[in-house]
Nanobody
């Protein structure tokens, strides 16, 4: 059974940083996408960043390019999202996701339909 558990959320001022972690258990796919999504109140869930677990290629939404970095530690079965230069519009619940489909392409790495497994989310609040 795949389980994804996020941590690291919190409240910060604009310009600050946070690092989110996603501990994965029961997930043994090594040539797939893992990603981070977020959902603000009253808005649809959107993709933030994706990574190909087989080679480390990364993909980002335009809104976070240059500020967020997705990475993985295979030894710890953990996915990370380093968030710098945070803005109030980054405020949202952040979710970790994992795909069971082989491969990870730029066109689908940050799309909801690519992913089967989801964590419960961790809240990020950025104040101005």
């Amino acid at each position: 059974q795949v389980q994804l558990v996020e941590s690291g959320g919190g409240s910060v001022q604009a310009g600050g940083s946070l690092r989110l972690s996603c501990a994965a258990s029961g997930y043994t796919y090594s040539r797939n996408c893992m990603g981070w999504f977020r959902q603000a109140p009253g808005k649809e869930r959107e993709g933030v960043a994706g990574i190909y677990t087989g080679g480390g290629s990364t993909y980002y939404a335009d809104s976070v390019k240059g500020r967020f970095t997705i990475s993985q530690d295979n030894a710890k079965n953990t996915l990370y999202l380093q968030m710098n230069s945070l803005k109030p519009e980054d405020t949202a619940m952040y979710y970790c996701a994992a795909s069971e489909k082989i491969g990870c392409l730029p066109q689908t790495a940050t799309t909801i339909r690519r992913y089967r497994y989801w964590g419960q989310g961790t809240q990020v609040t950025v104040s101005s």
